[in-house]
């Protein structure tokens, strides 16, 4: 069974930066897309990176191309959100989740997922 575990979210003032990670267990990591995924209250979740199986492919939300990057490491099971230039509006609980196919904001919705981490920033 595919495990997902989030970790790396927190407090931060706009303009700062954080590093999520979400490390996964229970499949063979190199085969599975990854993605970010994030729900503010009272919204809907909207996806926001995906990274391809060998991370040679990248996808990203408007509203956070040239801020975000995600990123994967194989050998360690893990995939990395680094945010920067964080604003208000990215508060949020930020989900990792994982899919056999493509991630993407067309894609179904991925077949795994974590607890979810919560990111706040403030202003």
């Known amino acids: 069974q595919v495990q997902l575990v989030e970790s790396g979210g927190g407090l931060v003032q706009a303009g700062g930066s954080l590093r999520l990670s979400c490390a996964a267990s229970?499949?063979?990591?190199?085969?599975?897309?990854m993605g970010w995924f994030r729900q503010a209250p009272g919204k809907e979740r909207e996806f926001v990176a995906a990274?391809?199986?060998?991370?040679?492919?990248?996808y990203y939300a408007d509203s956070v191309k040239g801020r975000f990057t995600i990123s994967r490491d194989n050998a360690k099971n893990t995939v990395y959100l680094q945010m920067n230039n964080l604003k208000p509006e990215d508060t949020a609980d930020y989900y990792c989740?994982?899919?056999?196919?493509?991630?993407?904001?067309?894609?179904?919705?991925?077949?795994?997922w974590g607890q979810g981490t919560q990111v706040t920033v403030s202003s």
């Open positions: 989740a994982s899919d056999p196919s493509p991630i993407s904001v067309h894609a179904p919705r991925p077949g795994s």
């Open positions: 229970g499949h063979t990591f190199s085969y599975y897309y």
């Open positions: 990274i391809s199986w060998s991370g040679g492919r990248t």
